[in-house]
C-alpha cells in the first residue's frame, strides 16, 4: 500500500511540474524531487521587499544569539546580502517593510511560552524598556544593524508593529501591505526557520505571492538540530519561489529599468 502511495505521489509531482513548464513557469521537473517552480514576476507597484528582525541580536558578533546563529550568518554571508537587498529596492524604488520583535517588560509576564519563546526571554533578546520609549534603544540588541539603519531610518520604509512569537499574526504587517496595494513579497531577514518561514508561511495562506532569498537569512545550528536545513525544505515546498540573493537583486533592477 505505502508504495503504492509512493508512485501515485510521484506521478502527481511530476504531473504538476509538467503542467508549471509547459505553462512557461520558472523551473523543471528534474528539480528538488519533481517539485514544480511557479517562480514570482516582480512587478512594480505590487512588489515589496519584507525584512524580519535585522536587528543587533541576530545579526552582530555582540548579539545574545550569535554563539548559535553567527557561523551560518557568516557562511551565507547574510549581513551583505540584506544590505544588497536594501540598496537595490531603495535604487529602483521598490517599497521596504520591516518586521521586527520586541519585548516589554509586560510581555516577560506570559504565564504559556514555548520553548525558544522560554529561551528569548531568559536572554533578553529583543527587550526594550517600555513601548512607548526608545531609552536604552539605540545599539540595543533591539536595535538595527548600524549598516541598516540608512535604509531604514530615511523616512520611507515601514517599519510595522512587533510581532511577538514569530508570524505577522501577531503585528500590522498584513494591513500595511495590502493598504499599499502590495500583492508579491521579497522576503529577507532573521531567522530562517522561526521568523522568516512563519512570515512566509502565513504571507502565502493570506493570498500573496512570496519569492524567499535563500542567502539574506540564516538560522540556528546545533548538534543534531539544523534550523537553516529544515527552513530550506519548507521554503521550496511552500513559497513560490526560492532564489540566492544575486538573482533576486537582478530581478528587480530588471523589473523596474
Request: aromatic share 8%.
Given at each position: 500500500?505505502?508504495?503504492?502511495?509512493h508512485n501515485?505521489?510521484s506521478e502527481?509531482?511530476?504531473a504538476a511540474a509538467?503542467i508549471?513548464?509547459?505553462a512557461?513557469?520558472t523551473g523543471?521537473?528534474?528539480q528538488?524531487?519533481?517539485l514544480p517552480?511557479p517562480?514570482m514576476e516582480i512587478?512594480?507597484?505590487?512588489?515589496a521587499?519584507?525584512?524580519?528582525?535585522?536587528?543587533n541580536?541576530?545579526?552582530s558578533?555582540d548579539g545574545?544569539t550569535w554563539?548559535v546563529?553567527?557561523?551560518?550568518?557568516q557562511e551565507?554571508?547574510t549581513v551583505?546580502?540584506?544590505?544588497?537587498l536594501?540598496?537595490?529596492a531603495?535604487?529602483?524604488?521598490m517599497p521596504?517593510?520591516i518586521s521586527?520583535?520586541?519585548?516589554?517588560?509586560?510581555?516577560?509576564r506570559?504565564?504559556v511560552?514555548g520553548?525558544?519563546?522560554?529561551?528569548?526571554?531568559?536572554i533578553?533578546?529583543?527587550d526594550?524598556?517600555?513601548?512607548?520609549s526608545l531609552?536604552?534603544?539605540?545599539?540595543?540588541g533591539a536595535?538595527w544593524?548600524e549598516r541598516?539603519?540608512?535604509?531604514?531610518?530615511?523616512g520611507?520604509?515601514v517599519?510595522t508593529?512587533?510581532?511577538?512569537?514569530?508570524?505577522?499574526?501577531s503585528n500590522?504587517?498584513?494591513?500595511?501591505?495590502r493598504?499599499?496595494g502590495?500583492?508579491?513579497v521579497?522576503?529577507?531577514g532573521?531567522?530562517?526557520?522561526?521568523c522568516?518561514?512563519?512570515?512566509?508561511r502565513e504571507l502565502?495562506e493570506?493570498g500573496f505571492e512570496?519569492?524567499v532569498v535563500?542567502?539574506?537569512?540564516?538560522?540556528?545550528?546545533l548538534?543534531g538540530?539544523d534550523?537553516?536545513a529544515a527552513?530550506?525544505?519548507?521554503?521550496?515546498?511552500i513559497?513560490?519561489?526560492?532564489a540566492p540573493?544575486?538573482?533576486a537583486?537582478?530581478?528587480?533592477?530588471?523589473?523596474?529599468?
Amino acid at each position: 500500500m505505502k508504495r503504492v502511495l509512493h508512485n501515485l505521489f510521484s506521478e502527481v509531482l511530476n504531473a504538476a511540474a509538467v503542467i508549471a513548464v509547459s505553462a512557461g513557469l520558472t523551473g523543471a521537473s528534474a528539480q528538488a524531487g519533481g517539485l514544480p517552480d511557479p517562480g514570482m514576476e516582480i512587478v512594480p507597484g505590487r512588489t515589496a521587499l519584507v525584512v524580519t528582525d535585522p536587528q543587533n541580536d541576530f545579526l552582530s558578533p555582540d548579539g545574545v544569539t550569535w554563539g548559535v546563529v553567527g557561523m551560518n550568518v557568516q557562511e551565507n554571508r547574510t549581513v551583505e546580502n540584506i544590505d544588497d537587498l536594501f540598496a537595490s529596492a531603495k535604487a529602483v524604488g521598490m517599497p521596504v517593510f520591516i518586521s521586527p520583535h520586541y519585548y516589554y517588560p509586560h510581555d516577560h509576564r506570559w504565564q504559556v511560552e514555548g520553548s525558544l519563546e522560554a529561551l528569548m526571554h531568559s536572554i533578553g533578546m529583543f527587550d526594550r524598556k517600555d513601548a512607548l520609549s526608545l531609552e536604552g534603544f539605540e545599539g540595543s540588541g533591539a536595535d538595527w544593524l548600524e549598516r541598516y539603519k540608512k535604509y531604514i531610518d530615511d523616512g520611507k520604509t515601514v517599519v510595522t508593529s512587533p510581532h511577538k512569537v514569530y508570524g505577522p499574526e501577531s503585528n500590522d504587517l498584513v494591513l500595511q501591505l495590502r493598504k499599499a496595494g502590495i500583492s508579491k513579497v521579497v522576503l529577507a531577514g532573521m531567522s530562517a526557520n522561526l521568523c522568516t518561514e512563519s512570515h512566509m508561511r502565513e504571507l502565502i495562506e493570506q493570498g500573496f505571492e512570496v519569492l524567499v532569498v535563500s542567502d539574506a537569512t540564516a538560522a540556528a545550528q546545533l548538534p543534531g538540530w539544523d534550523g537553516y536545513a529544515a527552513a530550506l525544505t519548507n521554503f521550496r515546498m511552500i513559497a513560490n519561489h526560492v532564489a540566492p540573493t544575486a538573482e533576486a537583486v537582478k530581478a528587480m533592477k530588471v523589473a523596474y529599468r
